[in-house]
């Protein structure tokens, strides 16, 4: 069974700023998909990244980038010049063929004006 | 292009009360997923289906859930009947293909139990 751990429950970043999410899986896989979903206050999920495990190239989506180390198990999610729309809660959850999405407890992100 | 659609978005029970609830995929994806989401948590996977079969059914509790795609589309999620510890968001999402692909979600609906 996968485990997810997101060790940051609450995070804080003023406006135009950079903040980092951290997450760490566990998985005996060697072939997977990792994601990050927002949530915001409207409830719905939505996705903001995705990674394959089999790329070494880090994935970017305009200002969101993560830092995926396979051999820690380690994707955190990087948002730079954060924005008010960025307020959310952000999941973590790696897939594997065969599994099920898992997601971690999530980090409540605050951006501040 | 559609997004996942769902409904009703909020609904209040008493507790031993029925309630069901559906959701609509994107068009064209096979998969489709039902979540619940108890508050301060991430989703948890109740159900998915290929198609209109089961996948995987393994954390649904059977004696008061139970769920059906007809027709390998829409697809309504029943509770009956429901207890205080149901309060939660169920999710509903699909992905086009079951394995690695994204998964894109619906607003979900929010059930209260009293």
């Known amino acids: 069974a996968q485990t997810v751990t997101q060790s940051q429950p609450e995070m804080s970043v003023q406006e135009a700023e950079t903040v980092t999410l951290s997450c760490t899986y566990d998985?005996?896989?060697?072939?997977?998909?990792l994601f990050w979903y927002k949530q915001p206050p409207s409830r719905q999920m939505i996705l903001v990244i995705r990674?394959?495990?089999?790329?070494?190239q880090n994935a970017t989506e305009n200002r969101f980038s993560v830092n995926f180390q396979k051999a820690a198990k380690s994707f955190s999610l990087k948002i730079s010049d954060s924005q008010l729309g960025d307020t959310a809660m952000y999941f973590c959850?790696?897939?594997?063929?065969?599994?099920?999405?898992?997601f971690g407890e999530g980090t409540q992100l605050t951006v501040n004006p | 292009e559609a997004g996942v659609a769902q409904s009703p978005r909020y609904k209040i029970i008493e507790k031993r009360q029925s309630v069901a609830f559906w959701c609509n995929p994107i068009s064209g994806h096979a998969t489709l997923y039902w979540y619940q989401q108890i508050l301060g948590q991430g989703p948890k996977l109740l159900i998915q289906?290929?198609?209109?079969?089961?996948?995987?059914d393994s954390q649904l509790p059977k004696d008061r859930f139970s769920a059906e795609r007809l027709k390998g589309v829409d697809s309504t999620l029943k509770i009956q009947p429901a207890k205080l510890e149901d309060s939660a968001v169920y999710l509903c999402?699909?992905?086009?293909?079951?394995?690695?692909?994204?998964?894109?979600f619906g607003p979900g609906t929010r059930l209260t139990v009293l």
């Open positions: 999402a699909s992905s086009l293909e079951i394995g690695t692909d994204t998964q894109y």
């Open positions: 959850a790696p897939y594997t063929s065969g599994s099920r999405l898992t």
């Open positions: 990674q394959e495990a089999y790329k070494q």
């Open positions: 289906f290929q198609n209109n079969g089961v996948v995987d």
């Open positions: 998985t005996s896989e060697s072939n997977y998909y």
